[in-house]
């Protein structure tokens, strides 16, 4: 809901500098909460059952914001639809047929699909190798939250001060060929992890991946979608990002099995450099079309009634 607000607010060109900033801020929290993950375990002396008590915090900090943010947000206004009321089926289909108009927008779909399926095995493969080196939870959850601690401050210092010029110089479809690259070459570390068992290796290859999956990827995603028509811009957000997410979920089981079951490190992530390398070749086609489809009326946004 935040960037759909957002890129409702916001111009195409006007992303490019908004869409980072609003991602530094979003760090913020996360750093935050990932600092309290790695040093609770050891402050407050905490067990492995303890740990579970650590759950209660989100539900709480989610209830203040949803105090808060409703009040903060009572001047703004944003754009009003201009679509009929659908139903389930017939406004997925809708959204479907429309992303498939769009052959960017199309593109970027399927590159998500195989570079996220990518980047779910290095996840995966992190927690698999961590596994076999910490067999209690507070070590693991210390060396997971401080992974990933790094990972925040590294994007959150690409946020703040290279994001923005990046995708300025280079345009939104070539900085989301950044997604793809992350998965691959965060694979192919994990690979070399895996084989040899090194924590150390398991640690870089989730900061390739991370890096551009939660900085530049997702402000150059968002710049992008603050093309589309007020009234489809939410539906093709959703689809765009959440759809490969779902999709490489699923089929990551496969290799995820197939690695507890063989007991080896290197083959899930192995499935995951395939993947990201058709990501990758399938992104040329992204940057091929994104000129034309800028062009394509289908993006005129309507005028603003609201």
């Given amino acids: 809901m935040l960037w759909t607000l957002a890129g409702d607010v916001f111009t195409t060109g006007q992303g490019a500098t908004v869409f980072p900033k609003i991602s530094r801020w979003l760090f913020g929290g996360q750093i935050a909460g990932l600092g309290v993950a790695v040093l609770a375990p050891t402050v407050f002396n905490l067990n492995d059952d303890s740990l579970i008590w650590l759950l209660a915090a989100p539900p709480l900090v989610g209830i203040l914001v949803a105090v808060l943010l409703p009040r903060a947000l009572a001047g703004a206004t944003t754009g009003v639809g201009h679509q009929r009321a659908q139903g389930a089926s017939e406004s997925l289909k809708d959204t479907v047929s429309f992303i498939g108009q769009l052959p960017a927008f199309r593109w970027m779909f399927w590159v998500g699909v195989f570079a996220i399926f990518g980047g779910t095995m290095v996840d995966f493969g992190f927690l698999h190798l961590a596994t076999t080196r910490y067999s209690d939870a507070g070590s693991l959850q210390a060396v997971y939250a401080g992974t990933s601690l790094v990972c925040f ?18 345009g939104i479809a070539r900085v989301l060929q950044l997604l793809p690259i992350g998965a691959l070459l965060g694979g192919a570390v994990l690979v070399v992890g895996g084989a040899t068992t ?3 290796l398991g640690s870089l290859a989730l900061v390739i991946w991370r890096i551009p999956r939660w900085s530049i990827d997702g402000s150059a995603r968002q710049a992008a979608m603050a093309s589309l028509p007020d009234e489809r811009r939410l539906r093709v957000s959703f689809a765009i990002d959440m759809g490969p997410l779902a999709l490489s979920l699923i089929v990551a089981a496969g290799p995820i099995a197939l690695a507890v079951q063989t007991h080896n490190l290197w083959i899930a992530p192995l499935i995951g450099v395939a993947f990201a390398a058709v990501g990758l070749l399938l992104s040329r ?21 609201g």
């Fill in 198 to 200: 090194t924590v150390v």
């Fill in 153 to 170: 401050v590294a994007c959150w210092l690409l946020q703040n001060y290279g994001s923005t010029k990046i995708i300025k110089s280079q």
């Fill in 285 to 305: 086609n992204t940057v091929r079309t994104w000129d034309d489809t800028q062009l394509s009326y289908r993006l005129k946004r309507r005028k603003r009634l």
